[in-house]
Structure formats: C-alpha cells, structure tokens
C-alpha cells in the first residue's frame, strides 16, 4: 500500500507529486495493467526475449 505522509504548512500539490513518485515507482499500475488481460505464455516468452535483447543492447552501448 502506498502512502505519504503530509507535513504541516505543506502544499497538498507538493503531496499529491510525491504520492505519484511513489505509486510510479512501486509499479501498482503496472502490476495491474499486467493482470487485467491474459496473454499468452508465448507472446509472453517473445516479450520477455524482446526486453533481454534491449538490456543488452544498453548495456553494450554504456560500455562503449
């Protein structure tokens, strides 16, 4: 469960910007955007394959 904390004379704006760090970076929305439709295991796989190669590739390229 994300939550935070608001502090006296705080803005909410300021509040309300750190809760969305925070829900971002927990990856809720991404978790449910994951559960709310099946896929299947090979697209799954293909994807999984797909996200290796670009690692790979980054990580190529930072060495450089």
Known sequence: ???VIVNE???IDR????FKKK???SGV???????TFFSKP???K??????AIRRNQRSD???L
């Open 1 to 3: 469960m994300v939550g």
């Open 9 to 11: 004379n705080e803005p």
């Open 15 to 18: 509040a309300i910007r750190r």
């Open 23 to 25: 829900y971002e970076r």
């Open 29 to 35: 929305l991404k978790e449910f955007k994951k559960r």
């Open 42 to 44: 090979s697209v799954k």
């Open 46 to 51: 293909r994807m999984k394959l797909v996200k």
């Open 61 to 63: 390229e930072e060495t």
